[in-house]
């Protein structure tokens, strides 16, 4: 071999080595925790089955589903905390599915912070590594560093009573934190605090999640908790993922009418019943329109017959109709919610009962209760529903 050849023989198999490890690499991150064909019953209670999902490593998951659906059997499989009948559990390339909860390299949280009363903040926090025979200085070093994580340094000295139930949480979160796990683990964290202070943990939590890269699964029966904080949701319905996707495609584009029923105020309609209103028939037994794809304008010919609004200064702007719209179809308004910047109105539309969104701009543009209205569907948004592919909307037939 000549001298010569020596390094570029050398250079090219490097490249190749390199790169054939980054792709490894990267599909290994893609398929960093991987659910297969996972079941658990309990007697004769299915509890789930046929759970298969690949989870990227840093990825927010969320279980989102409807109470008693087995989000949080799922979840205590994975910790190990509930073995499973059948499947397998595996995390980065290793088999966990028989391994002690201990062995598994898995934080969790629960909904009801189980921290030691005796025990002070920093000692509570502190108890993992001292099971894990951690080194004092490296057991004080890594508590004041999570302390620090959840805004909690000053705390460090409390007992648990004299804390709120917010800081509870962060106490708890804290101590799954701090023995730096693979993946963390949250069974409705929030679910037993005020509003304000979920908000807030919420969003720190996340903040968290994502400074540390940590692969996270989280679980909640709340819709908006689920779009807000996701990578990508995972729908349960009676112990099976209905569907998995991000959070614009599961509020947009929903399998079928179960995962419209839970993720928005959908309005359902039978096909035949929704014809008028698409100015076709569609071939699939049902259409799921949002709210805020239907749009409101009031009758100008009955405006006359509600005295008094136009003198009262009704000043309701006509929406500018989207371009693929369907035909105008007369209705009455029955009622209304105000939902903060959002008005949602109930229109009987001879007989077909459509809640349509508008954006709240001010008291002077709500539309009374008894106007008449047309309504119009943004075709662009209509969803064929039937079967689990519902999303292709070359399902919607013209005709
Ligand atoms: N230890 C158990 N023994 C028998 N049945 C159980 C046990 N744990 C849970 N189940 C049943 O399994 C099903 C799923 O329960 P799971 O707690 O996983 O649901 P979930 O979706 O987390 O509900 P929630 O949101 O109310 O917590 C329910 O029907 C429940 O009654």
Redesign the pocket.
Known sequence: MLATDMPQTHSRHDSDGLLTSALREQAADQQYLTLKGLAKR??K?R??SDIDAEIARGEFITLL????????????AIAGL?DVDSGEIIVDGHDITRLPPQRRGIGMVFQHYALFPNMRVADNVAFGLRMKKVRPEERERRVTEVLRLVELTDQAQRYPHQLSGGQRQRVALARALVVEPQILLL??PLSALDARIRRHLRDQIRDIQKSLGLTTLF?T?DQEEALLLSDRIFL?HQ?SILQQGNAASLYTRPVDATAAGFMGHYNLIGSELARPLLGYLCDSPQVALRPEALYLQPDEMTRPLLPGHLEAGLDFPLQSLPANVGPALPGVILRHQLLGNIVRYEVDCQGLRLNVDVLNRSARQLLPDHLRVQVHADLDEVQALGTHDTGDRSRVANG
């Open positions: 309990f007697g209670t509890v789930f589903g409807p109470s008693g659906c087995g989000k949080s059997t799922l979840l205590r509930n069974d409705e679980v029966h349960m112990g």
